[in-house]
């Protein structure tokens, strides 16, 4: 017997990694329209609808960000349902079509996986890895390299005791109650404060490109 014309067919779930240059989005996450900035979230939904889906996708996404922060691989899970008698997107097709209706924005789809449906981005991720990049030796903002604006945290003044660094840090591995340093928010009641802290490496770095203009 032949299904009616109205049924579509059962949603396929994927896993999307993407990176973003954050500078002029709120964060991650989903905004409003009327804010001034908007999220990554709702630019990576709208290239979605042009995907033409019988439901609205919604990416689940694995991390926030906060505003003016770049994620360099971040990761999120959608559900696509098509009209009935069309297949799930294969992988590529998937990943080169929301890249060309990304095309605009500072934001690219890494890759794309055929996941189950039981798979969550956020709540199945084991660990998160995040970077914070401080420039040194600046006595004004404007003595930062043109390639690293945006892109690092540059305070007044020069020296920072990164053995000393090192050895407090070690304080900071294993599971704590980290209470003290969140935000108050509408899900401040629903989140677990208690996180473990794997690995912490403080060390000296070379600059973005600076092997191309230190001479």
């Given at each position: 017997?032949?299904?009616?014309?109205?049924?579509?067919?059962?949603?396929?779930?994927?896993?999307?990694?993407?990176?973003?240059?954050?500078?002029?989005?709120?964060?991650?996450?989903?905004?409003?329209?009327?804010?001034?900035?908007?999220?990554?979230?709702?630019?990576?939904?709208?290239?979605a609808?042009?995907?033409?889906?019988?439901?609205p996708?919604?990416?689940?996404?694995?991390?926030?960000?906060?505003?003016?922060?770049?994620?360099?691989?971040?990761?999120?899970h959608?559900?696509?349902?098509?009209?009935?008698?069309?297949?799930?997107?294969?992988?590529?097709?998937?990943?080169?079509?929301?890249?060309?209706?990304?095309?605009?924005?500072?934001?690219?789809?890494?890759?794309?996986?055929r996941?189950?449906?039981?798979?969550?981005?956020?709540?199945?991720?084991l660990?998160?890895t995040?970077?914070?990049?401080?420039?040194?030796?600046?006595?004004?903002?404007?003595?930062?390299?043109?390639?690293?604006?945006?892109?690092?945290?540059a305070?007044?003044?020069?020296?920072?005791?990164?053995?000393?660094?090192?050895?407090?840090?070690?304080?900071?591995?294993?599971?704590?109650?980290?209470?003290?340093?969140?935000?108050?928010?509408?899900?401040?009641?629903?989140?677990?404060?208690?996180?473990?802290?794997?690995?912490?490496?403080?060390?000296?770095s070379?600059?973005?490109?600076?092997?191309?203009?230190?001479?």
């Amino acid at each position: 017997s032949e299904a009616p014309a109205e049924m579509v067919s059962a949603p396929a779930r994927y896993l999307v990694f993407f990176q973003y240059f954050g500078t002029k989005y709120s964060g991650v996450m989903e905004t409003s329209a009327n804010q001034s900035m908007i999220g990554v979230q709702n630019y990576l939904e709208k290239a979605a609808e042009k995907l033409k889906p019988t439901v609205p996708i919604k990416f689940h996404i694995s991390s926030r960000t906060d505003a003016g922060v770049h994620a360099l691989c971040n990761a999120a899970h959608i559900d696509i349902q098509r009209a009935a008698g069309k297949p799930a997107f294969p992988e590529k097709q998937l990943l080169y079509s929301l890249n060309y209706h990304l095309k605009p924005e500072p934001i690219r789809v890494l890759n794309t996986l055929r996941v189950p449906e039981t798979f969550h981005a956020r709540f199945s991720a084991l660990s998160r890895t995040y970077i914070y990049r401080v420039l040194v030796g600046c006595s004004h903002h404007s003595e930062v390299p043109v390639f690293e604006r945006d892109l690092c945290w540059a305070p007044q003044g020069g020296y920072l005791d990164v053995p000393a660094m090192q050895d407090g840090a070690q304080f900071l591995l294993g599971t704590h109650d980290f209470s003290t340093f969140r935000s108050h928010n509408s899900d401040t009641p629903f989140q677990s404060p208690v996180r473990t802290i794997y690995q912490i490496d403080i060390q000296p770095s070379s600059g973005f490109m600076s092997h191309h203009y230190e001479h």
